[in-house]
């Protein structure tokens, strides 16, 4: 049949004074326009018209399931969708289905409340559309609309910033170091550089902390540590993978931060201890760019009374003393123009130095070039040789780090650990 201007306001009508579709057919069948039940659902749904705050289902009249959220939009199923089991009710969806299929922006959480599923818990691969048309046997032509979506349940791999930073602040308690009564005339500087946790093990560098913490011991006016990226082997928690979705090795993710952990603590609270000063700048590198993050945020909860920086950078220029000036980078990106970024990005800091350095790791071993009015010194790392490098012939690198001692004006000494 052919739905008149005035066919069509007569349902609207009639649906928002609540009847249900089947009369709303007896009421136009009794005036003369021979019309089905589903028809009139039909036209209901596609035009979606007000039920006049009801639901009207065929089987009598029930109240309206949409709430709204906290958020302020509207959610397409309450808890009253569901019984004391947890299973869906047996309800009519067609004003839900209707407002939905109105809506001119879908959100992953739209569709995903719509079929049933907590977005909290899940999430969405990818989501289809279809329409089509059949004739009923009162030769009425039906539209029919298809939503198909794939929905998978959340991993460690598909939580947000906040859900990461929450999981590594869990049961982090903040810890109150005191002074110690030594003091130093120099300044030093660790460079922390290609870790990777998960390859290296805690057992496999004790030693060198041992030995690091000895040298911290001997008191500093100010220490600066520098986390120069690739503390930890991956970005990724359930999978080992680069912040680029390079495939690596298989790590323990769960003991790299535990191994990262005993290896970095002592060195924040002893450098703390036997310094005028401190501070500790994080550098993104390639393979750990969020989980670092994470770590370091983690640092800066555990260690409030501390001068930690978390700022999500790829490099960082600093002052030691009167008249050092460093620019801090991972190495693998803009090393090259290092010493002029040095120049444009941080002109006060490189205008007052007498002594110019940048220090980058990445590569595994060290290198240094003293030119342009710049020393650039590529440290190594003392990083447990992992399969690749070992396929591939990079084992030949002496392994250990550098710290570096200044003065108020230069460079002093070199302490390889």
């Keep these: 049949m052919k739905w008149t201007p005035e066919l069509l306001a007569t349902v609207k009508d009639l649906c928002h004074q609540g009847y249900t579709n089947a009369q709303i057919a007896d009421k136009l069948t009794q005036s003369g326009n021979y019309v089905t039940k589903s028809g009139v659902k039909h036209i209901a749904t596609k035009h979606a018209f007000d039920r006049g705050g009801r639901v009207s289902g065929d089987n009598g009249l029930i109240k309206p399931k949409n709430v709204t959220s906290q958020d302020g939009k509207e959610d397409f199923q309450s808890k009253a969708d569901y019984d004391e089991n947890g299973n869906i009710n047996n309800l009519d969806f067609s004003l839900k289905f209707a407002d939905f299929q109105h809506r001119s922006k879908k959100s992953p959480k739209d569709i995903l ?110 220490i600066v540590i520098t986390q120069l990226g690739d503390l930890l082997h991956s970005d990724a928690l359930n999978t080992s993978k680069t912040t680029k979705g390079t495939e690596l090795d298989p790590i323990d993710f769960v003991q790299a931060v535990r191994d990262a952990e005993r290896f970095i603590f002592p060195i924040i609270e002893e450098s703390y201890k036997y310094s005028d000063s401190m501070q500790m700048f994080n550098i993104n590198g390639n393979h750990d760019e969020t989980t670092s993050f994470m770590f370091q945020e983690m640092l800066r909860a555990k260690y409030p009374e501390m001068d930690i920086k978390v700022n999500n950078s790829y490099r960082e220029a600093f002052v030691v003393g009167k008249s050092v000036g460093l620019l801090v980078l991972h190495g693998h990106a803009a090393k090259t123009k290092a010493p002029m970024l040095f120049a444009t990005e941080y002109p006060d800091i490189w205008s007052k130095s007498t002594y110019r350095m940048v220090l980058y790791g990445h590569f595994h071993k060290e290198v240094v070039n003293d030119d342009f009015g710049v020393v650039e010194h590529q440290v190594g790392t003392f990083k447990k040789t992992d399969p690749y490098e070992s396929k591939n012939g990079y084992t030949m690198a002496t392994k250990k780090m550098e710290c570096f001692e200044f003065d108020d004006q230069t460079l002093k000494d070199i302490h390889y650990i």
Excluded at 116 to 121: C, D, F, I, V
Excluded at 150 to 178: C, G, M, Q, R, W
Aim: hydrophobic share 35%; aromatic share 10%; glycine share 6%.
């Design 113 to 222: 409340k719509f079929g049933g599923y907590k977005p909290s818990e899940w999430t969405l691969s990818n989501v289809t559309n279809n329409d089509w048309s059949v004739t009923n046997s009162d030769g009425l032509t039906m539209w029919n609309h298809q939503i198909k979506f794939s929905a998978k349940p959340k991993t460690s791999t598909d939580l947000s910033i906040d859900e990461l930073i929450s999981l590594f602040n869990e049961k982090v308690e903040p810890v109150k170091v005191i002074k110690s009564n030594v003091h130093g005339k120099n300044n030093l500087v660790i460079a922390c550089s290609d870790f990777h946790f998960g390859i290296t093990k805690f057992k496999d560098v004790e030693n060198r902390l041992v030995e690091l913490i000895d040298l911290i011991h001997r008191g500093w006016k100010q």
